[in-house]
T-cell receptor
Framework: ETGVTQSPTHLIKTRGQQVTLRCSSQ?????VSWYQQALGQGPQFIFQ???????GRGNFPPRFSGLQFPNYSSELNVNALELDDSALYLC????????????FGPGTRLTVT | KNEVEQSPQNLTAQEGEFITINCSYS?????LHWLQQHPGGGIVSLFM???GKKKHGRLIATINIQEKHSSLHITASHPRDSAVYIC????????????FGTGTSLTVIP
């Protein structure tokens, strides 16, 4: 059974640019959640996708958007990057109907300069 | 006010000591997770609880739903237990989402 994978591992972008982060969910899981973890802070919920539809969203501006594909992999897109977007971005997948049961990926470290 | 509060924020222990980390939450939950994060690393879920107590090796997690409180215990602590431990709750009544504590940074000294 393959766990949750994320790519890339590390990324450096310039303020104002756009970035796409990718997540492949664990086999058999149809729900993906995305989190932002700033240095020294706990993770913050960005949004969740269930069967290709957004199923909940935290307190993040619209320049944070996502997609889920028919194979349940997911993308997180961030437009107009700001310095404060520098963080570890985590995704987690869940089995059908069990949103509270989350399996985390290793994360993507984004640095905005 | 944060929906999830953890204590202590930082903890240093000698190898072999018994360690307790506490978590209090203010929302109705479907489940509570204890997560472990090593420096620069991703997150591993140690336990998922909705009631009672779970044990895995030297780790024990308990939850009291009525008091909205959970504890993570580490018996016979070891330097490899050094990590950040995060309590997270899946909120039932405030929109399906996770609320995270700010974490407890544990250092176990040989």
């Amino acid at each position: 059974e393959t766990g949750v994978t994320q790519s890339p591992t590390h990324l450096i972008k310039t303020r104002g640019q756009q970035v796409t982060l990718r997540c492949s969910s664990q086999s058999g899981h149809n729900t993906v959640s995305w989190y932002q973890q700033a240095l020294g802070q706990g993770p913050q919920f960005i949004f969740q996708y269930y069967r290709e539809e957004e199923n909940g969203r935290g307190n993040f501006p619209p320049r944070f958007s996502g997609l889920q594909f028919p194979n349940y992999s997911s993308e997180l897109n961030v437009n107009a990057l700001e310095l404060d977007d520098s963080a570890l971005y985590l995704c987690a997948s869940s089995p059908s109907g069990r949103f509270y049961e989350q399996y985390f990926g290793p994360g993507t470290r984004l640095t905005v300069t | 006010k944060n929906e999830v509060e953890q204590s202590p924020q930082n903890l240093t222990a000698q190898e072999g000591e018994f360690i307790t980390i506490n978590c209090s939450y203010s929302v109705g939950i479907s489940a509570l997770h204890w997560l472990q994060q090593h420096p620069g690393g991703g997150i591993v879920s140690l336990f998922m609880l909705s009631s009672g107590k779970k044990k895995h090796g030297r780790l024990i997690a308990t939850i009291n739903i009525q008091e909205k409180h959970s504890s993570l215990h580490i018996t016979a602590s070891h330097p490899r237990d050094s990590a950040v431990y995060i309590c997270a709750v899946w909120a039932r009544d405030t929109g399906n989402q996770f609320y995270f504590g700010t974490g407890t940074s544990l250092t176990v000294i040989p």
